[in-house]
């Protein structure tokens, strides 16, 4: 048990629709990061956040937004969904700021677009 | 942007040691290298990291060659649950808020055989 929780584990919607993904990171640590893991692309990178502010940002779709509340869980908004977003959504947690320290990740969102 | 590439598969018997390479060729100055691991239906879990020479932990070693282009993942005597998938990260460095990425490869599928 990596401590990272993600709800819920399966989300089935249609095209055009928005979902909130929702990540609890470890306790103690600060960071948290977002990834989209589909069988073509493998693990992409969307976006960090470190005790609430954005950190560093990666292959995010500008109709994907997130972001990390005071009590550091954050959640992951897509929007306007088409086919092709249908992945794994992947949190993870780190304690520090810098994206090369072990992350910690939870066990996914699976995400089908009908 | 450090882009890294592994082989997509191997196969390995049991009790063997495997070395799985990823190639990182525009790997920058402050970037660490770490490998992960992921059994299906799961997050990538944290194996090993390491920035040059060699690290080993009670799971795994870490190869990397002086200029730091490439690095090996040494696994000994793989048995049948070690069967997953192992990425290599190359994080780049931080030089300020927003302006690094995060770089998986696709992994590498490895097969133990009893």
């Known amino acids: 048990d990596s401590g990272v929780t993600q709800t819920p584990k399966h989300l089935i919607t249609a095209t055009g629709q928005r979902v909130t993904l929702r990540c609890s990171p470890r306790?103690?640590?600060?960071?948290v990061y977002w990834y989209q893991q589909s069988l073509d692309q493998g693990l992409q990178f969307l976006i960090q956040?470190?005790?609430?502010?954005?950190?560093a940002k990666g292959n995010i779709l500008e109709r994907f937004s997130a972001q990390q509340f005071p009590d550091l869980h954050s959640e992951l908004n897509l929007s306007s969904l088409e086919l092709g977003d249908s992945a794994l959504y992947f949190c993870?947690?780190?304690?520090?700021?810098?994206?090369?320290?072990?992350?910690?990740f939870g066990d996914g969102t699976r995400l089908s677009i009908l | 942007l450090a882009k890294t590439t592994q082989p997509i598969s191997m196969d390995s018997y049991e009790g063997q040691e495997v070395n799985i390479t990823c190639s990182h060729n525009?790997?920058?100055?402050?970037?660490?290298i770490t490998w992960y691991q992921q059994f299906p239906s799961q997050g990538p879990r944290f194996i090993i990291q390491?920035?040059?020479t060699k690290v080993t932990n009670e799971v795994a070693s870490l190869f990397i060659p002086a200029d730091r282009k490439s690095s090996t993942l040494s696994l000994p005597r793989v048995s049948l649950s070690d069967t997953a998938v192992y990425y290599c990260?190359?994080?780049?460095?931080?030089?300020?808020?927003?302006?690094?990425?995060?770089?998986f490869g696709k992994g590498t599928k490895l097969s133990v055989i009893p």
């Open positions: 525009n790997i920058a100055t402050n970037d660490y």
């Open positions: 306790s103690g640590d600060l960071s």
């Open positions: 956040y470190y005790n609430g502010e954005e950190r």
């Open positions: 390491g920035y040059k």
């Open positions: 990260l190359v994080g780049e460095g931080a030089s300020g808020a927003g302006s690094y990425q995060l770089t």
């Open positions: 993870a947690s780190s304690a520090g700021d810098r994206g090369y320290q072990p992350q910690h």
